[in-house]
Nanobody, 115 residues
């Protein structure tokens, strides 16, 4: 059974930083593209960043230059370093991978950016 477990969310002031972590089990982690999505209240879930098995990365335009996705294959963990946070980054952040053509999601971690 594939499981993704996120951690690292919280409340931070505008301009602050957070690092999210997502640890995977049940898959050969090094083989898989991993991604972070987010869903703000009343909005659709959107892709924030993704990292391939070869560590190529992609970001949505609104986070380029502020967020960094990385992976540690030895720990089966993907990270999202979030700097210069803005109130519009407030959302539940989800870890994601595709396993046997199906999406697998973590439970989500809340990020709130407010003064």
């Amino acid at each position: 059974q594939v499981q993704l477990v996120e951690s690292g969310g919280g409340l931070v002031q505008p301009g602050g930083s957070l690092r999210l972590s997502c640890t995977a089990s049940g898959i050969i982690f090094v083989w898989y593209t991993m991604a972070w999505y987010r869903q703000a209240p009343g909005k659709q879930r959107e892709l924030v960043a993704a990292i391939t098995s070869g560590s190529s990365t992609t970001y949505t335009d609104s986070v380029k230059g502020r967020f960094t996705i990385s992976r540690d294959n030895a720990k089966s963990t993907v990270y999202l370093q979030m700097n210069s946070l803005k109130p519009e980054d407030t959302a539940v952040y989800y870890c994601n991978t595709k396993w046997r053509s199906s999406d697998v999601w973590g439970q989500g971690t809340q990020v709130a950016v407010s003064s």
